[in-house]
C-alpha cells in the first residue's frame, strides 16, 4: 500500500509499534509442492500452521524484500505458480504469468483461474487479489538492510494463495474466480494497473474486484474483525456480514481520511472498469510501526489471525459469486 510516509510518520511519532516443508524452486526445476497436511477441523479450512508455512517461505531473507524485477521475487512467482498449479488453479493466460509492460525491469503478475460451474454465472468474473512485491533492501538498521515485507504484503498474498487452494480443491463457485498476484505495486500500481487495463481490453464481464492488504495483524478494539477502503461506495460490507453472520467487515475513519481507497490494487479496477472494488485490510496506523522497514518480519505476524481471517472471508466468497443475482451494487 503506498501511503504518504510524512502522513504516517506523524501519526506512529503520535502513538508511540526452519527449511520449509515447501520445496522451494532454487533448488530448480519443476516441483510438486506439499504442505503440511492441514490439521484443520470441520469448519475451518486453514490453519495457522499452513499459514505460517508460506509466510516463512515468502518473506524470508532469501527473497530479499521480493523488489521488482529482483531474484526474490522471481523465486516468489515461481512459488506461486506451483501453488496454483497444485490446487488446480488454471493459469487465465497461456501461462501464469502476465509480463508488465510499464515497468523499467521484466516483471510479473501471476493470473490463475478457477472456472465457474453455473453455464450463465461462469461468464461473470471476480478478481481477487493481492500484490506480491515489496521494495527489496534498503538503508541498514543495525545491519539488517532487507526489507521483508511479511505485513506489506506477504500477507495478503498468502491470504489470497489460501483462498485459490479452496476453490480450485472444491470448485464451489459458480461465477468465475480469477486469482490475481499483482507485481509493482510499490512502484505505483503498476502490475494491476497493467492487469485491469488488459482485462478491460478484452472486455472481461468483471463484477466485482476483491483485494487484500496487510492483513497480519488484528486489530484492536474494534467491533468488527477487517475493514474494506472506500465501505462508503458499495453495499459490499452489508453483503459480506450476511453471509459472514456476523459483524466480519467495518468501517475505518482513518482509512477514509488518507483515501487508502487510492492506494491499493483494487483502485486500478475501479478506474477501468468502474465496479466495486475495494481493499480489506487490518492495518490501522496503530496496530503496526513497521511499515516499509526491515522490521516488518515474519516473525511479527499473527499466524491464527491471518487463518480465522481466510476461514471467516470463505463463506462470505461463496455467498457472493454463487448469489443469482449481482448484490454488489455501487451506492
Ligand atoms: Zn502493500
Known amino acids: 500500500m503506498k501511503i504518504l510516509l510524512h502522513t504516517l510518520g506523524l501519526i506512529l511519532l ?18 510438486s509442492v506439499t504442505v503440511n497436511p492441514a490439521k484443520s477441523d470441520e469448519d475451518s479450512f486453514t490453519n495457522s500452521e499452513r499459514i505460517g508455512d508460506i509466510m516463512k517461505y515468502l518473506a524470508s531473507d532469501d527473497l530479499k524484500g521480493r523488489d521488482s524485477g529482483s531474484e526474490g521475487i ?54 481477487i487479489g493481492a500484490h506480491y512485491d515489496h521494495i527489496g533492501t534498503i538503508a541498514p538498521e543495525n ?7 511479511a505485513n506489506d504484503n506477504a500477507s495478503g498474498t498468502t491470504s489470497v494463495m489460501e483462498m485459490a487452494r ?9 461465477r468465475s474466480l480469477i486469482f490475481a498476484l499483482f507485481t509493482a505495486e510499490e512502484k505505483g500500481l503498476l502490475g ?13 464481464n468483471l463484477y466485482t474486484m ?12 474494534k467491533d468488527y474483525f477487517v475493514y474494506i477502503t472506500g465501505y462508503n461506495r458499495s453495499n459490499l460490507a452489508e453483503i459480506s456480514n ?41 492495518f490501522d496506523f496503530t496496530n503496526f510501526g513497521h511499515y516499509h522497514k526491515v522490521g516488518d518480519e515474519v516473525d511479527l ?27 454488489i451494487q455501487l451506492k
Open 210 to 221: 476483491l483485494n487484500f492488504e496487510m492483513i497480519g495483524v488484528p486489530l484492536q478494539g
Open 166 to 174: 479452496y476453490f480450485g480443491t472444491h470448485k464451489t463457485n459458480k
Open 74 to 127: 522471481e523465486m516468489a512467482a515461481k512459488y506461486i505458480e506451483n501453488y496454483f498449479k497444485s490446487y488446480q488453479v488454471k493459469p487465465y493466460f497461456d501461462s501464469y504469468r502476465d509480463t508488465i509492460t510499464n515497468y523499467k525491469e521484466p516483471s510479473y503478475n501471476i493470473v490463475g483461474i478457477v472456472e465457474g460451474s453455473d453455464p450463465d454465472l461462469k461468464n461473470e468474473y471476480i478478481v
Open 143 to 149: 545491519g539488517d538492510y532487507i526489507a521483508n515485507g
Open 242 to 282: 450476511g453471509y459472514a453472520d456476523e459483524e466480519l467487515v467495518g468501517f475505518l475513519p482513518t482509512a477514509k481520511e488518507y483515501n487508502l481507497y487510492q492506494r491499493s490494487d483494487n483502485y486500478a479496477f475501479h478506474k477501468e472498469f468502474g465496479v466495486p472494488s475495494h481493499t480489506f485490510c487490518t
Open 301 to 327: 505476524m499473527d499466524f491464527d489471525h491471518m487463518a480465522t481471517l481466510v476461514n471467516k472471508v470463505l463463506p462470505v466468497l461463496e455467498g457472493i459469486a454463487n448469489a443469482s443475482t449481482q448484490e
Open 192 to 204: 494491476s494497473e497493467h492487469l485491469a487495463k488488459k482485462l478491460h481490453e478484452q472486455n472481461l
Open 14 to 31: 503520535m502513538n508511540c509499534g526452519s527449511t520449509q516443508m515447501v520445496q522451494t524452486p532454487s533448488q530448480g526445476g519443476e516441483q
